[in-house]
Protein backbone atom coordinates (compact mmCIF):
# COMPACT_ATOMS: atom_id res chain seq x y z
CA UNK A 1 0.00 0.00 0.00
CA UNK A 2 1.14 3.64 -1.09
CA UNK A 3 -0.91 6.66 0.64
CA UNK A 4 -4.30 5.85 -1.26
CA UNK A 5 -2.92 3.72 -3.92
CA UNK A 6 -4.24 -0.08 -3.76
CA UNK A 7 -3.90 -2.40 -6.10
CA UNK A 8 -7.93 -2.81 -6.00
CA UNK A 9 -10.71 -0.41 -4.84
CA UNK A 10 -13.72 -1.85 -4.56
CA UNK A 11 -16.89 0.16 -4.18
CA UNK A 12 -19.57 -1.18 -1.90
CA UNK A 13 -18.43 -3.58 1.52
CA UNK A 14 -22.32 -5.79 0.83
CA UNK A 15 -21.74 -9.26 0.57
CA UNK A 16 -19.73 -9.11 -3.50
CA UNK A 17 -17.47 -6.31 -2.14
CA UNK A 18 -15.96 -8.04 0.86
CA UNK A 19 -15.23 -11.62 -0.79
CA UNK A 20 -14.02 -9.85 -3.40
CA UNK A 21 -11.28 -7.68 -0.92
CA UNK A 22 -11.06 -10.50 0.71
CA UNK A 23 -9.78 -12.90 -2.16
CA UNK A 24 -7.54 -10.11 -3.65
CA UNK A 25 -6.32 -9.69 -0.15
CA UNK A 26 -5.50 -13.38 -0.43
CA UNK A 27 -3.90 -13.31 -3.10
CA UNK A 28 -1.32 -11.48 -2.00
CA UNK A 29 -2.46 -8.09 -3.41
CA UNK A 30 -3.65 -4.47 -1.45
CA UNK A 31 -7.09 -3.90 -1.53
CA UNK A 32 -9.43 -0.92 0.24
CA UNK A 33 -13.49 -1.13 0.19
CA UNK A 34 -15.78 1.85 -0.30
CA UNK A 35 -18.88 1.81 2.14
CA UNK A 36 -20.99 4.70 2.29
CA UNK A 37 -23.75 3.19 4.77
CA UNK A 38 -22.99 -0.42 6.97
CA UNK A 39 -19.94 -2.66 6.15
CA UNK A 40 -21.94 -6.17 5.45
CA UNK A 41 -24.47 -4.70 2.94
CA UNK A 42 -28.44 -4.69 2.58
CA UNK A 43 -28.42 -8.60 3.29
CA UNK A 44 -26.97 -8.38 6.49
CA UNK A 45 -28.88 -5.63 7.84
CA UNK A 46 -32.30 -5.04 5.52
CA UNK A 47 -32.56 -8.13 3.37
CA UNK A 48 -31.61 -11.73 4.06
CA UNK A 49 -30.79 -12.38 7.85
CA UNK A 50 -33.82 -9.64 9.37
CA UNK A 51 -36.32 -10.77 6.73
CA UNK A 52 -35.06 -14.67 8.15
CA UNK A 53 -35.69 -14.23 11.17
CA UNK A 54 -38.88 -12.54 10.59
CA UNK A 55 -40.06 -15.77 9.34
CA UNK A 56 -38.27 -18.53 11.23
CA UNK A 57 -40.22 -18.56 15.01
CA UNK A 58 -43.19 -18.53 12.89
CA UNK A 59 -42.26 -21.78 10.92
CA UNK A 60 -40.85 -23.43 13.73
CA UNK A 61 -44.12 -22.88 15.39
CA UNK A 62 -45.58 -24.04 12.46
CA UNK A 63 -43.87 -27.61 12.61
CA UNK A 64 -44.43 -27.87 16.17
CA UNK A 65 -48.30 -27.92 15.18
CA UNK A 66 -48.05 -30.36 12.66
CA UNK A 67 -46.51 -33.09 14.98
CA UNK A 68 -48.73 -34.39 17.67
CA UNK A 69 -46.92 -35.01 21.19
CA UNK A 70 -45.00 -31.70 20.18
CA UNK A 71 -48.78 -29.97 19.29
CA UNK A 72 -49.80 -30.41 22.83
CA UNK A 73 -46.91 -28.45 24.41
CA UNK A 74 -47.44 -25.55 22.22
CA UNK A 75 -49.69 -23.31 24.47
CA UNK A 76 -50.03 -20.17 23.56
CA UNK A 77 -49.19 -18.18 20.25
CA UNK A 78 -45.96 -16.06 18.84
CA UNK A 79 -44.17 -13.99 20.94
CA UNK A 80 -43.94 -10.77 18.66
CA UNK A 81 -41.98 -8.53 20.86
CA UNK A 82 -39.16 -11.99 21.02
CA UNK A 83 -39.61 -12.20 17.49
CA UNK A 84 -38.53 -8.79 16.24
CA UNK A 85 -35.75 -9.00 19.36
CA UNK A 86 -34.24 -11.92 17.57
CA UNK A 87 -34.56 -10.17 14.25
CA UNK A 88 -33.00 -7.10 16.00
CA UNK A 89 -29.63 -9.43 16.59
CA UNK A 90 -29.53 -10.82 13.32
CA UNK A 91 -29.70 -8.16 11.87
CA UNK A 92 -26.26 -6.79 14.69
CA UNK A 93 -28.49 -3.78 15.67
CA UNK A 94 -27.58 -2.42 12.77
CA UNK A 95 -23.50 -1.88 14.18
CA UNK A 96 -21.12 -3.10 11.88
CA UNK A 97 -18.04 -3.05 14.63
CA UNK A 98 -17.93 -6.88 14.01
CA UNK A 99 -18.01 -6.82 10.32
CA UNK A 100 -15.63 -3.57 10.31
CA UNK A 101 -13.04 -5.86 13.26
CA UNK A 102 -13.09 -8.70 10.50
CA UNK A 103 -11.85 -6.17 7.72
CA UNK A 104 -9.82 -5.47 9.75
CA UNK A 105 -8.25 -8.76 10.79
CA UNK A 106 -8.20 -9.47 6.68
CA UNK A 107 -6.24 -6.57 6.16
CA UNK A 108 -8.39 -4.81 4.29
CA UNK A 109 -8.63 -1.19 4.15
CA UNK A 110 -11.90 0.35 5.13
CA UNK A 111 -12.68 4.26 4.05
CA UNK A 112 -16.22 5.06 5.01
CA UNK A 113 -18.55 7.51 2.34
CA UNK A 114 -20.03 7.54 -1.10
CA UNK A 115 -17.59 6.55 -3.16
CA UNK A 116 -17.57 7.95 -7.01
CA UNK A 117 -15.09 7.73 -10.25
CA UNK A 118 -13.46 10.89 -11.36
CA UNK A 119 -11.29 8.70 -14.16
CA UNK A 120 -10.38 5.69 -15.08
CA UNK A 121 -8.87 4.12 -11.61
CA UNK A 122 -9.37 6.57 -9.67
CA UNK A 123 -12.15 6.65 -7.32
CA UNK A 124 -13.31 9.94 -5.02
CA UNK A 125 -14.75 9.48 -1.12
CA UNK A 126 -16.99 11.92 0.37
CA UNK A 127 -17.12 11.05 4.08
CA UNK A 128 -19.19 12.53 7.00
CA UNK A 129 -16.45 15.55 7.82
CA UNK A 130 -17.04 16.29 3.31
CA UNK A 131 -13.83 15.90 2.89
CA UNK A 132 -12.78 14.26 -0.42
CA UNK A 133 -10.31 11.75 -0.25
CA UNK A 134 -8.72 10.11 -3.70
CA UNK A 135 -8.15 6.46 -4.08
CA UNK A 136 -6.02 5.30 -6.91
CA UNK A 137 -5.94 1.47 -7.65
CA UNK A 138 -3.21 0.28 -9.73
CA UNK A 139 -5.05 -2.88 -11.07
CA UNK A 140 -8.48 -2.80 -10.69
CA UNK A 141 -11.79 -1.31 -9.38
CA UNK A 142 -14.57 -3.50 -8.62
CA UNK A 143 -18.63 -1.94 -8.25
CA UNK A 144 -20.00 -3.95 -6.07
CA UNK A 145 -22.49 -1.61 -5.07
CA UNK A 146 -25.72 -3.57 -4.85
CA UNK A 147 -29.63 -2.32 -5.75
CA UNK A 148 -32.04 -0.61 -3.86
CA UNK A 149 -35.85 -1.32 -4.13
CA UNK A 150 -37.83 0.30 -6.94
CA UNK A 151 -40.85 2.14 -6.57
CA UNK A 152 -43.64 2.56 -9.56
CA UNK A 153 -44.48 5.82 -10.70
CA UNK A 154 -48.35 5.24 -9.20
CA UNK A 155 -49.98 8.87 -8.10
CA UNK A 156 -49.24 9.75 -4.91
CA UNK A 157 -47.39 6.73 -3.94
CA UNK A 158 -44.23 8.65 -3.02
CA UNK A 159 -46.11 11.29 -0.76
CA UNK A 160 -47.73 8.49 1.17
CA UNK A 161 -44.18 7.23 2.39
CA UNK A 162 -43.99 3.83 1.79
CA UNK A 163 -41.99 0.89 2.72
CA UNK A 164 -39.68 -0.71 0.97
CA UNK A 165 -38.27 -4.09 1.77
CA UNK A 166 -35.78 -2.54 4.25
CA UNK A 167 -38.83 -0.69 6.31
CA UNK A 168 -40.54 -4.55 6.58
CA UNK A 169 -37.30 -5.88 7.19
CA UNK A 170 -36.40 -3.81 10.37
CA UNK A 171 -39.71 -2.90 11.32
CA UNK A 172 -40.23 -2.08 15.33
CA UNK A 173 -43.61 -2.83 14.88
CA UNK A 174 -46.37 -4.93 13.84
CA UNK A 175 -48.77 -2.79 11.65
CA UNK A 176 -52.84 -3.79 12.02
CA UNK A 177 -52.99 -3.41 8.38
CA UNK A 178 -50.71 -4.12 5.67
CA UNK A 179 -51.17 -3.68 2.10
CA UNK A 180 -48.77 -4.53 -0.41
CA UNK A 181 -47.92 -3.75 -3.93
CA UNK A 182 -45.71 -6.62 -5.79
CA UNK A 183 -46.31 -10.78 -6.05
CA UNK A 184 -42.34 -11.22 -6.14
CA UNK A 185 -39.93 -13.28 -3.66
CA UNK A 186 -40.46 -10.13 -1.21
CA UNK A 187 -44.17 -9.89 -1.44
CA UNK A 188 -44.58 -13.40 -1.20
CA UNK A 189 -42.13 -13.56 2.09
CA UNK A 190 -43.13 -10.11 3.89
CA UNK A 191 -46.91 -11.39 3.73
CA UNK A 192 -45.83 -14.88 5.39
CA UNK A 193 -43.93 -12.94 7.81
CA UNK A 194 -46.42 -10.35 8.80
CA UNK A 195 -49.39 -12.17 8.53
CA UNK A 196 -48.14 -14.88 11.07
CA UNK A 197 -47.02 -11.62 13.14
CA UNK A 198 -51.03 -10.54 13.26
CA UNK A 199 -50.96 -7.88 10.38
CA UNK A 200 -54.02 -7.90 8.62
CA UNK A 201 -52.21 -8.45 4.76
CA UNK A 202 -53.88 -7.30 1.33
CA UNK A 203 -51.37 -8.33 -1.36
CA UNK A 204 -51.78 -6.78 -4.86
CA UNK A 205 -49.94 -9.25 -7.13
CA UNK A 206 -50.19 -8.14 -10.71
CA UNK A 207 -47.93 -10.33 -12.18
CA UNK A 208 -49.38 -13.33 -9.99
CA UNK A 209 -47.70 -14.58 -6.78
CA UNK A 210 -43.86 -16.19 -7.96
CA UNK A 211 -44.34 -15.54 -11.27
CA UNK A 212 -40.78 -16.34 -12.55
CA UNK A 213 -41.53 -20.33 -10.59
CA UNK A 214 -42.90 -23.21 -11.58
CA UNK A 215 -46.64 -22.82 -11.84
CA UNK A 216 -47.17 -24.87 -8.91
CA UNK A 217 -45.36 -23.33 -6.77
CA UNK A 218 -46.94 -19.65 -6.79
CA UNK A 219 -50.53 -21.64 -6.66
CA UNK A 220 -49.10 -23.62 -3.78
CA UNK A 221 -47.83 -20.15 -1.71
CA UNK A 222 -51.11 -18.28 -2.80
CA UNK A 223 -53.39 -21.08 -1.09
CA UNK A 224 -51.25 -20.78 2.26
CA UNK A 225 -51.11 -17.29 2.20
CA UNK A 226 -55.41 -16.95 1.76
CA UNK A 227 -55.41 -20.22 4.53
CA UNK A 228 -53.22 -17.98 6.97
CA UNK A 229 -55.65 -15.07 6.16
CA UNK A 230 -54.34 -12.96 3.66
CA UNK A 231 -56.38 -11.50 0.70
CA UNK A 232 -54.35 -12.03 -2.58
CA UNK A 233 -55.67 -10.37 -5.26
CA UNK A 234 -54.21 -11.63 -8.47
CA UNK A 235 -54.02 -9.54 -11.25
CA UNK A 236 -54.74 -6.20 -9.39
CA UNK A 237 -52.81 -3.51 -10.07
CA UNK A 238 -52.59 0.14 -8.05
CA UNK A 239 -53.63 3.30 -9.65
CA UNK A 240 -53.61 5.57 -6.93
CA UNK A 241 -52.22 5.85 -3.91
CA UNK A 242 -53.10 8.25 -0.77
CA UNK A 243 -52.18 8.20 3.00
CA UNK A 244 -54.64 10.66 5.19
CA UNK A 245 -54.24 12.40 8.26
CA UNK A 246 -54.94 9.99 10.13
CA UNK A 247 -52.42 8.29 8.97
CA UNK A 248 -54.29 5.70 7.06
CA UNK A 249 -53.09 4.61 3.61
CA UNK A 250 -55.89 4.63 0.81
CA UNK A 251 -55.15 2.68 -2.02
CA UNK A 252 -57.52 2.45 -5.73
CA UNK A 253 -56.80 0.35 -7.90
CA UNK A 254 -56.94 -0.28 -11.60
CA UNK A 255 -60.08 -1.47 -11.05
CA UNK A 256 -61.71 0.54 -8.94
CA UNK A 257 -61.40 -1.61 -6.16
CA UNK A 258 -60.25 0.09 -2.89
CA UNK A 259 -57.51 -1.18 -0.14
CA UNK A 260 -56.89 0.55 3.21
CA UNK A 261 -54.25 -0.13 5.15
CA UNK A 262 -51.92 1.50 8.10
CA UNK A 263 -48.85 0.89 5.97
CA UNK A 264 -48.34 0.11 2.29
CA UNK A 265 -44.55 -2.08 1.36
CA UNK A 266 -43.35 -1.79 -2.43
CA UNK A 267 -42.06 -4.94 -3.48
CA UNK A 268 -41.87 -4.80 -7.35
CA UNK A 269 -38.38 -5.51 -8.13
CA UNK A 270 -34.55 -3.55 -7.88
CA UNK A 271 -32.65 -0.68 -9.08
CA UNK A 272 -29.26 -0.63 -9.45
CA UNK A 273 -27.14 1.95 -7.24
CA UNK A 274 -25.22 3.22 -9.84
CA UNK A 275 -27.27 6.61 -10.00
CA UNK A 276 -24.57 8.47 -7.98
CA UNK A 277 -21.29 6.85 -8.21
CA UNK A 278 -19.89 8.92 -11.42
CA UNK A 279 -20.35 6.53 -13.84
CA UNK A 280 -20.24 8.87 -16.69
CA UNK A 281 -16.44 9.84 -15.80
CA UNK A 282 -15.46 6.20 -17.38
CA UNK A 283 -17.83 6.81 -20.53
CA UNK A 284 -20.60 4.73 -18.67
CA UNK A 285 -24.77 5.69 -18.41
CA UNK A 286 -25.62 6.75 -14.50
CA UNK A 287 -28.33 4.42 -13.12
CA UNK A 288 -27.51 1.82 -15.53
CA UNK A 289 -27.26 -1.96 -14.63
CA UNK A 290 -23.39 -3.02 -15.46
CA UNK A 291 -23.39 -5.71 -17.84
CA UNK A 292 -20.42 -7.94 -17.94
CA UNK A 293 -18.56 -10.67 -19.80
CA UNK A 294 -17.57 -14.06 -18.28
CA UNK A 295 -14.75 -12.85 -15.99
CA UNK A 296 -17.06 -10.10 -14.41
CA UNK A 297 -15.19 -7.32 -16.18
CA UNK A 298 -17.98 -4.39 -17.26
CA UNK A 299 -18.55 -4.03 -20.98
CA UNK A 300 -19.82 -1.40 -23.24
CA UNK A 301 -22.36 -1.55 -25.94
CA UNK A 302 -19.53 -2.94 -28.22
CA UNK A 303 -19.56 -5.58 -25.88
CA UNK A 304 -15.58 -5.43 -25.05
CA UNK A 305 -14.36 -4.30 -21.74
CA UNK A 306 -14.09 -0.69 -20.78
CA UNK A 307 -10.20 0.77 -21.21
CA UNK A 308 -8.14 -2.29 -20.46
CA UNK A 309 -10.25 -4.13 -18.67
CA UNK A 310 -9.88 -2.06 -15.39
CA UNK A 311 -13.31 -1.82 -13.78
CA UNK A 312 -15.38 -5.03 -13.02
CA UNK A 313 -18.71 -5.15 -11.41
CA UNK A 314 -20.21 -8.14 -8.76
CA UNK A 315 -23.53 -8.81 -6.60
CA UNK A 316 -26.39 -7.16 -7.52
CA UNK A 317 -25.40 -4.74 -9.85
CA UNK A 318 -24.41 -6.52 -12.59
CA UNK A 319 -28.36 -8.20 -12.57
CA UNK A 320 -26.91 -11.78 -13.43
CA UNK A 321 -28.60 -13.49 -10.55
CA UNK A 322 -29.89 -10.68 -7.73
CA UNK A 323 -28.79 -13.53 -4.42
CA UNK A 324 -25.99 -13.14 -1.74
CA UNK A 325 -25.27 -16.27 -2.47
CA UNK A 326 -24.46 -16.00 -6.33
CA UNK A 327 -22.96 -12.39 -5.33
CA UNK A 328 -20.32 -14.10 -3.31
CA UNK A 329 -19.63 -16.94 -6.17
CA UNK A 330 -19.08 -13.93 -8.44
CA UNK A 331 -16.70 -12.47 -5.77
CA UNK A 332 -14.32 -15.25 -5.38
CA UNK A 333 -13.78 -15.68 -9.31
CA UNK A 334 -13.33 -11.70 -9.65
CA UNK A 335 -11.13 -11.76 -6.63
CA UNK A 336 -9.18 -14.64 -8.15
CA UNK A 337 -8.84 -13.26 -11.75
CA UNK A 338 -7.47 -10.03 -10.79
CA UNK A 339 -5.12 -11.54 -8.88
CA UNK A 340 -4.50 -13.98 -11.75
CA UNK A 341 -3.76 -11.20 -14.52
CA UNK A 342 -1.76 -8.69 -11.80
CA UNK A 343 0.13 -12.24 -11.56
CA UNK A 344 0.48 -12.03 -15.43
CA UNK A 345 -0.75 -15.77 -14.91
CA UNK A 346 -3.32 -18.01 -17.20
CA UNK A 347 -7.02 -17.03 -16.70
CA UNK A 348 -9.06 -19.55 -16.65
CA UNK A 349 -12.16 -18.28 -18.33
CA UNK A 350 -13.42 -21.55 -20.26
CA UNK A 351 -17.11 -22.73 -19.02
CA UNK A 352 -16.81 -23.98 -15.43
CA UNK A 353 -13.39 -22.47 -15.17
CA UNK A 354 -12.03 -21.05 -11.93
CA UNK A 355 -12.73 -17.36 -12.91
CA UNK A 356 -15.63 -17.25 -14.56
CA UNK A 357 -19.12 -17.56 -12.91
CA UNK A 358 -20.95 -20.09 -15.32
CA UNK A 359 -23.51 -21.41 -12.59
CA UNK A 360 -25.43 -17.99 -13.01
CA UNK A 361 -26.17 -18.74 -16.36
CA UNK A 362 -28.29 -22.36 -15.49
CA UNK A 363 -27.38 -23.58 -12.15
CA UNK A 364 -28.68 -20.50 -9.93
CA UNK A 365 -30.24 -22.40 -6.74
CA UNK A 366 -32.85 -19.93 -5.02
CA UNK A 367 -34.85 -20.88 -1.41
CA UNK A 368 -38.12 -18.77 -1.09
CA UNK A 369 -38.68 -19.08 2.90
CA UNK A 370 -42.61 -18.54 2.61
CA UNK A 371 -44.92 -21.49 4.10
CA UNK A 372 -44.78 -23.69 2.16
CA UNK A 373 -41.03 -22.96 1.16
CA UNK A 374 -39.91 -22.75 -2.59
CA UNK A 375 -36.41 -24.75 -3.14
CA UNK A 376 -35.72 -24.65 -6.92
CA UNK A 377 -32.20 -24.81 -8.99
CA UNK A 378 -31.47 -24.28 -12.64
CA UNK A 379 -34.79 -23.80 -15.39
CA UNK A 380 -37.91 -24.33 -15.07
CA UNK A 381 -40.22 -26.21 -17.53
CA UNK A 382 -41.12 -23.21 -19.17
CA UNK A 383 -37.69 -21.36 -19.50
CA UNK A 384 -35.70 -24.54 -20.73
CA UNK A 385 -38.64 -25.09 -23.35
CA UNK A 386 -37.50 -21.10 -24.72
CA UNK A 387 -34.13 -21.98 -24.40
CA UNK A 388 -34.87 -24.43 -27.09
CA UNK A 389 -33.65 -27.86 -24.57
CA UNK A 390 -36.05 -30.99 -25.80
CA UNK A 391 -37.69 -31.56 -22.58
CA UNK A 392 -39.31 -33.97 -20.28
CA UNK A 393 -40.85 -32.83 -17.13
CA UNK A 394 -41.06 -35.72 -13.79
CA UNK A 395 -43.38 -34.54 -10.80
CA UNK A 396 -43.85 -36.30 -7.99
CA UNK A 397 -46.35 -35.45 -4.61
CA UNK A 398 -44.22 -34.99 -1.65
CA UNK A 399 -46.39 -35.55 0.81
CA UNK A 400 -46.35 -39.57 -0.73
CA UNK A 401 -43.00 -39.75 0.69
CA UNK A 402 -42.43 -42.22 4.13
CA UNK A 403 -40.33 -39.22 5.30
CA UNK A 404 -42.52 -36.63 4.61
CA UNK A 405 -45.22 -38.13 6.22
CA UNK A 406 -43.05 -38.72 9.46
CA UNK A 407 -41.62 -35.01 8.98
CA UNK A 408 -45.08 -33.48 9.55
CA UNK A 409 -48.41 -34.68 10.03
CA UNK A 410 -50.51 -33.86 6.52
CA UNK A 411 -47.36 -32.78 4.62
CA UNK A 412 -47.99 -31.20 1.78
CA UNK A 413 -45.85 -30.79 -1.46
CA UNK A 414 -44.87 -31.22 -4.24
CA UNK A 415 -41.29 -32.20 -6.65
CA UNK A 416 -40.38 -31.00 -10.15
CA UNK A 417 -37.29 -32.30 -12.45
CA UNK A 418 -36.49 -31.12 -15.62
CA UNK A 419 -35.12 -33.82 -17.39
CA UNK A 420 -32.81 -32.21 -20.98
CA UNK A 421 -33.63 -35.46 -23.01
CA UNK A 422 -31.09 -35.10 -25.66
CA UNK A 423 -28.20 -35.16 -22.37
CA UNK A 424 -30.30 -37.35 -19.80
CA UNK A 425 -29.41 -34.77 -17.07
CA UNK A 426 -31.93 -32.76 -14.55
CA UNK A 427 -31.90 -29.15 -16.14
CA UNK A 428 -33.91 -27.96 -13.18
CA UNK A 429 -35.52 -28.73 -10.07
CA UNK A 430 -38.02 -27.30 -7.88
CA UNK A 431 -39.49 -28.44 -4.57
CA UNK A 432 -42.41 -26.94 -2.39
CA UNK A 433 -42.73 -27.97 0.78
CA UNK A 434 -42.47 -27.68 4.57
CA UNK A 435 -38.12 -27.33 5.03
CA UNK A 436 -37.90 -28.12 1.69
CA UNK A 437 -34.77 -25.22 1.89
CA UNK A 438 -32.47 -28.12 3.06
CA UNK A 439 -32.85 -30.66 0.16
CA UNK A 440 -31.54 -28.25 -2.56
CA UNK A 441 -28.28 -28.74 -2.76
CA UNK A 442 -28.78 -32.32 -3.92
CA UNK A 443 -30.48 -30.76 -6.98
CA UNK A 444 -27.81 -27.90 -7.29
CA UNK A 445 -24.89 -30.82 -7.47
CA UNK A 446 -27.18 -32.79 -9.64
CA UNK A 447 -27.45 -29.63 -12.27
CA UNK A 448 -24.02 -28.31 -11.77
CA UNK A 449 -22.36 -32.00 -12.32
CA UNK A 450 -24.74 -32.77 -15.06
CA UNK A 451 -24.67 -36.07 -13.00
CA UNK A 452 -26.20 -38.61 -16.01
CA UNK A 453 -29.33 -40.06 -14.79
CA UNK A 454 -28.70 -43.42 -15.42
CA UNK A 455 -25.41 -42.60 -12.67
CA UNK A 456 -28.06 -41.23 -10.11
CA UNK A 457 -29.88 -44.13 -9.70
CA UNK A 458 -26.27 -45.09 -7.37
CA UNK A 459 -27.12 -41.89 -4.96
CA UNK A 460 -29.42 -43.62 -2.78
CA UNK A 461 -31.67 -41.78 -0.49
CA UNK A 462 -31.66 -42.78 2.77
CA UNK A 463 -34.58 -44.09 4.29
CA UNK A 464 -37.00 -42.78 5.65
CA UNK A 465 -36.13 -39.35 4.66
CA UNK A 466 -38.07 -36.58 2.88
CA UNK A 467 -34.95 -37.31 -0.12
CA UNK A 468 -36.60 -40.39 -1.05
CA UNK A 469 -38.25 -37.95 -3.32
CA UNK A 470 -35.00 -38.54 -5.70
CA UNK A 471 -35.80 -42.26 -5.73
CA UNK A 472 -39.69 -41.70 -6.72
CA UNK A 473 -38.50 -39.16 -9.22
CA UNK A 474 -36.37 -41.49 -11.01
CA UNK A 475 -39.03 -44.29 -10.97
CA UNK A 476 -41.48 -41.81 -12.58
CA UNK A 477 -38.74 -41.28 -15.24
CA UNK A 478 -37.83 -44.87 -16.09
CA UNK A 479 -34.48 -46.84 -16.57
C1 LIG B 1 -35.95 -8.23 1.49
C2 LIG B 1 -34.86 -8.99 0.82
C3 LIG B 1 -34.57 -10.27 1.24
C4 LIG B 1 -33.55 -10.98 0.61
N1 LIG B 1 -33.32 -12.25 1.03
C5 LIG B 1 -32.35 -12.96 0.43
C6 LIG B 1 -32.07 -14.28 0.85
O1 LIG B 1 -32.73 -14.82 1.74
N2 LIG B 1 -31.08 -14.95 0.24
C7 LIG B 1 -30.33 -14.38 -0.75
O2 LIG B 1 -29.43 -15.04 -1.26
N3 LIG B 1 -30.58 -13.13 -1.16
C8 LIG B 1 -31.56 -12.41 -0.60
N4 LIG B 1 -31.79 -11.13 -1.00
C9 LIG B 1 -30.90 -10.53 -2.01
C10 LIG B 1 -29.60 -10.02 -1.35
O3 LIG B 1 -29.91 -9.13 -0.32
C11 LIG B 1 -28.74 -9.33 -2.39
O4 LIG B 1 -28.58 -10.18 -3.51
C12 LIG B 1 -27.38 -8.99 -1.81
O5 LIG B 1 -27.48 -8.15 -0.71
C13 LIG B 1 -26.51 -8.34 -2.88
O6 LIG B 1 -25.23 -8.14 -2.39
P1 LIG B 1 -24.30 -7.00 -3.01
O7 LIG B 1 -23.01 -7.08 -2.27
O8 LIG B 1 -24.30 -7.09 -4.46
O9 LIG B 1 -25.04 -5.63 -2.67
P2 LIG B 1 -25.56 -4.99 -1.30
O10 LIG B 1 -25.80 -5.99 -0.25
O11 LIG B 1 -26.67 -4.10 -1.71
O12 LIG B 1 -24.32 -4.12 -0.82
C14 LIG B 1 -23.88 -3.00 -1.54
C15 LIG B 1 -23.18 -2.05 -0.59
O13 LIG B 1 -22.63 -0.98 -1.35
C16 LIG B 1 -22.82 0.23 -0.63
N5 LIG B 1 -22.76 1.31 -1.62
C17 LIG B 1 -23.60 1.52 -2.66
N6 LIG B 1 -23.18 2.56 -3.39
C18 LIG B 1 -22.05 3.01 -2.79
C19 LIG B 1 -21.15 4.07 -3.08
N7 LIG B 1 -21.29 4.86 -4.14
N8 LIG B 1 -20.10 4.26 -2.26
C20 LIG B 1 -19.93 3.47 -1.19
N9 LIG B 1 -20.74 2.45 -0.87
C21 LIG B 1 -21.78 2.23 -1.67
C22 LIG B 1 -24.16 0.05 0.04
O14 LIG B 1 -24.28 0.92 1.14
C23 LIG B 1 -24.11 -1.41 0.43
O15 LIG B 1 -23.58 -1.57 1.71
C24 LIG B 1 -32.80 -10.39 -0.42
C25 LIG B 1 -33.09 -9.09 -0.85
C26 LIG B 1 -34.12 -8.40 -0.24
C27 LIG B 1 -34.41 -7.00 -0.71
N1 LIG C 1 -35.24 -15.77 -0.36
C1 LIG C 1 -34.59 -15.13 -1.32
O1 LIG C 1 -33.74 -15.67 -1.99
C2 LIG C 1 -34.92 -13.69 -1.60
C3 LIG C 1 -35.82 -13.01 -0.79
C4 LIG C 1 -36.15 -11.72 -1.12
C5 LIG C 1 -35.55 -11.10 -2.20
N2 LIG C 1 -34.68 -11.77 -2.95
C6 LIG C 1 -34.07 -11.13 -4.15
O2 LIG C 1 -34.41 -9.78 -4.19
C7 LIG C 1 -34.85 -9.44 -5.48
C8 LIG C 1 -35.97 -8.46 -5.39
O3 LIG C 1 -37.20 -9.08 -4.94
P1 LIG C 1 -38.60 -8.47 -5.36
O4 LIG C 1 -39.65 -9.34 -4.78
O5 LIG C 1 -38.61 -7.02 -5.08
O6 LIG C 1 -38.56 -8.60 -6.93
P2 LIG C 1 -39.08 -9.77 -7.90
O7 LIG C 1 -38.47 -9.45 -9.20
O8 LIG C 1 -38.91 -11.10 -7.28
O9 LIG C 1 -40.65 -9.55 -7.97
C9 LIG C 1 -41.20 -8.35 -8.39
C10 LIG C 1 -42.67 -8.59 -8.68
O10 LIG C 1 -43.30 -7.34 -8.82
C11 LIG C 1 -44.16 -7.38 -9.96
N3 LIG C 1 -44.24 -6.01 -10.47
C12 LIG C 1 -43.34 -5.36 -11.22
N4 LIG C 1 -43.75 -4.10 -11.45
C13 LIG C 1 -44.93 -3.96 -10.80
C14 LIG C 1 -45.84 -2.88 -10.63
N5 LIG C 1 -45.61 -1.68 -11.18
N6 LIG C 1 -46.96 -3.10 -9.89
C15 LIG C 1 -47.18 -4.30 -9.33
N7 LIG C 1 -46.36 -5.35 -9.44
C16 LIG C 1 -45.25 -5.18 -10.18
C17 LIG C 1 -43.51 -8.36 -10.90
O11 LIG C 1 -44.48 -8.95 -11.70
C18 LIG C 1 -42.90 -9.38 -9.94
O12 LIG C 1 -43.78 -10.40 -9.62
C19 LIG C 1 -35.24 -10.70 -6.19
O13 LIG C 1 -34.69 -10.69 -7.48
C20 LIG C 1 -34.67 -11.80 -5.36
O14 LIG C 1 -33.63 -12.47 -6.05
C21 LIG C 1 -34.35 -13.06 -2.68
Redesign the pocket.
Known amino acids: MDGNTYDVVV???????ENVADRVVRGGLSAAV??????????AY???MP??ALLRSAAALRAARQVPGAREAVTSGLDVAAVLGRRDSFASHWNDDGQVGWLDSAGIALHR????FVSAKVVE?TGGDGVPVTLTARHAVVV????S?LLPDVPGLREAAPWT?RE??AASAVPGRLAIIGGG??AS??ATAFAALGSSVTMLARGGVLPRAEPFAGERVTEALREAGVSVRLGVEAASVHRDQGGTVHITTTGGERVEADEVLVAIG?TP?TQ??GLGAVGLPPGAWLPVDDTLRVVGEDGAPIGDGWLYA????NRRA??????KYQARAVGDVIVARAKGEAVEDGRWGRHVATADERAVP??V?TEPEIASVGLTAAAATAAGVRIRVVDHDLGAVAGSALHADGYRGHARMVVDEDRKVIVGCTLAGPDVAELLHAATIAVVGEVPLDRLWHAVPSFPTVSEVWLRLLEAYGR
Do not use: Y
Open positions: LGAGPAGVERELVGGECWACTKGQGRVATGSASAAVVEMRNDIAGDVLLTHQGQVF
